[in-house]
């Protein structure tokens, strides 16, 4: 099955700073979403990024799909932005169903 | 979007007992996943609920030990059943929305303790 490995498993920012997380993924994938969970277990759909790059405010997105990874940029963090980070892939004739990278937590200090 | 909402949001179980977890959707939606989240882990799919149909389950989880209801396309429910300990996990449902470009989203989810 499809591998998914996120990079780096922990991260401490201070307020104001900005960050890289890094989807690496083993094979061809047509899905491909991150979430932020946050520290009361809600999970909240960032991107649905496949390819390209998009961005929603302090936010944004990128998606290479022919050498599968796929980066998330967090710019001037905020404290509310600590949480776990995941990427998530899937193939949709597979229904929909996401394999989950084992994410990123991240903490911001203020 | 999708508006999911799950219930119960917290409960602690004793050993041995079963509990139904529910789901409703605010609107239809062909196929319903639950996922759990073992502490400090990431998410596992544990079965796909299709309306109308047997749930697909992921290997290593049985429908004896996960028996999933999908009686219409806005609702299911999952039954964690003869818990132990093992089984305290955040439970998440989880629906496909066609009308927002394919995204995927998740209900607040059921945080299990088993004592």
């Known amino acids: 099955g499809i591998q998914v490995e996120q990079s780096p498993p922990d991260l401490i920012l201070q307020e104001g700073a900005n960050s890289t997380l890094r989807c690496n993924f083993s094979?061809?994938?047509?899905?491909l979403q991150w979430f932020h969970q946050n520290p009361w277990g809600q999970l909240i759909n960032l991107f649905y990024?496949?390819?390209g790059t998009k961005q929603n405010g302090r936010l944004s997105a990128t998606t290479v799909a022919t050498e599968r990874y796929s980066l998330l940029y967090i710019s001037s963090s905020q404290t509310t932005d600590s949480g776990v980070y995941f990427c998530?892939?899937?193939?949709?004739?597979?229904?929909?169903?996401?394999?989950f990278g084992q994410g990123t937590e991240l903490s911001v200090k203020p | 979007s999708a508006v999911i909402s799950q219930k119960p949001s917290r409960d602690i179980c004793q050993r041995g007992t079963s509990l139904t977890i529910q789901c409703q959707v605010d609107?239809?939606?062909?196929?319903m996943f639950w996922y759990r989240q073992q502490p400090g882990q990431s998410l596992t799919l544990i079965a796909t609920?299709?309306?109308?149909?047997?749930?697909?389950?992921e290997s290593g989880f049985v429908i004896d030990k996960f028996p999933i209801s999908r009686p219409n396309l806005t609702f299911s429910t999952l039954t964690v059943s003869n818990m132990s300990p093992e089984d305290s996990s955040i439970y998440l449902c989880?629906?496909?929305?066609?009308?927002?470009?394919?995204?995927?989203?998740f209900g607040e989810g059921s945080w299990l303790t088993v004592v």
């Open positions: 609920a299709n309306q109308g149909s047997e749930a697909t389950y």
């Open positions: 094979d061809s994938v047509n899905n």
């Open positions: 609107s239809q939606v062909t196929m």
């Open positions: 998530a892939v899937g193939v949709w004739n597979q229904g929909g169903k996401l394999i």
């Open positions: 990024i496949p390819s």
């Open positions: 989880s629906v496909r929305s066609w009308d927002s470009g394919n995204t995927i989203y």
